[in-house]
């Protein structure tokens, strides 16, 4: 099955700078990859996501870069604000809306007033 | 996006008992999903919910320890049957079909504790 790996593990970044978090997948078929924010207690929320005929996708501070011939998609968040806060996960899907998600296992990203 | 309810919020229930975990939409929806969260862990694909046929289940789900019902378009259910202490999580539904095609958006989460 799909495997996917997230780095950092924790990201501490001072408040105006940006933000990397990496994933890497195993499944050369897979064509959907979105990033999920998850505030303590909260739900996961949709924040952008990209499929494999697009190589960037941008949505005001954030953007989404997809790599398909390494395997591996990017998350930048720029201008970081406290509400940034939070756990971020990537996730990766086959598409076509008929199966479920793989998930990273999460970036703690802190950021530093 | 939908407005995905789920019920209940959180329980603490003994081991070797059962919960039901129910998940509402107020739209149709093409699928639904379950997944569960450990504590401060990622989220991890327990199953499909089928309308109208059975659940697809992961690696390591059974549809014995998680029997999943899908009567319509916009209503799942899970169930964690005979728990024990390591059943204890965080349990999502989501929902895919509103909007784009791949887009999941997921319910509040039931947070389950098993003493």
């Known amino acids: 099955g799909e495997n996917v790996e997230q780095h950092p593990s924790t990201l501490s970044v001072q408040e105006g700078d940006s933000a990397v978090i990496k994933c890497t997948y195993s499944?050369?078929?897979?064509?959907?990859f979105p990033w999920y924010k998850q505030e303590l207690g909260k739900r996961p929320q949709l924040i952008i996501d990209?499929?494999?005929?697009?190589g960037e996708k941008k949505d005001q501070r954030i953007a989404v870069t997809l790599n398909k011939t390494a395997k591996h998609f990017s998350l930048h968040i720029t201008e970081t604000q406290p509400e940034d806060s939070a756990v971020y996960f990537c996730?990766?899907?086959?598409?076509?809306?008929?199966?479920?998600?793989?998930f990273g296992k999460g970036t703690h990203l802190i950021i530093q007033p | 996006s939908a407005v995905i309810s789920q019920k209940p919020s959180r329980d603490i229930c003994q081991r070797g008992t059962s919960l039901t975990i129910q998940c509402q939409v107020d739209?149709?929806?093409?699928?639904m999903f379950w997944y569960r969260q450990q504590p401060g862990q990622s989220l991890t694909l327990i199953a499909t919910?089928?309308?109208?046929?059975?659940?697809?289940?992961e690696s390591g789900f059974v549809i014995d320890k998680f029997p999943i019902s899908r009567p319509n378009l916009t209503f799942s259910t899970l169930t964690v049957s005979n728990m024990s202490p390591e059943d204890s999580s965080i349990y999502l539904c989501?929902?895919?079909?509103?909007?784009?095609?791949?887009?999941?958006?997921f319910g509040p989460g039931t947070r389950l504790t098993v003493l």
């Open positions: 739209s149709q929806v093409t699928m």
């Open positions: 996730a990766v899907g086959s598409g076509g809306g008929a199966d479920g998600l793989t």
């Open positions: 989501s929902v895919e079909g509103v909007g784009s095609a791949d887009t999941q958006y």
């Open positions: 919910a089928n309308q109208g046929s059975e659940a697809t289940y």
């Open positions: 499944d050369s078929a897979s064509n959907y």
């Open positions: 990209i499929r494999s005929n697009v």
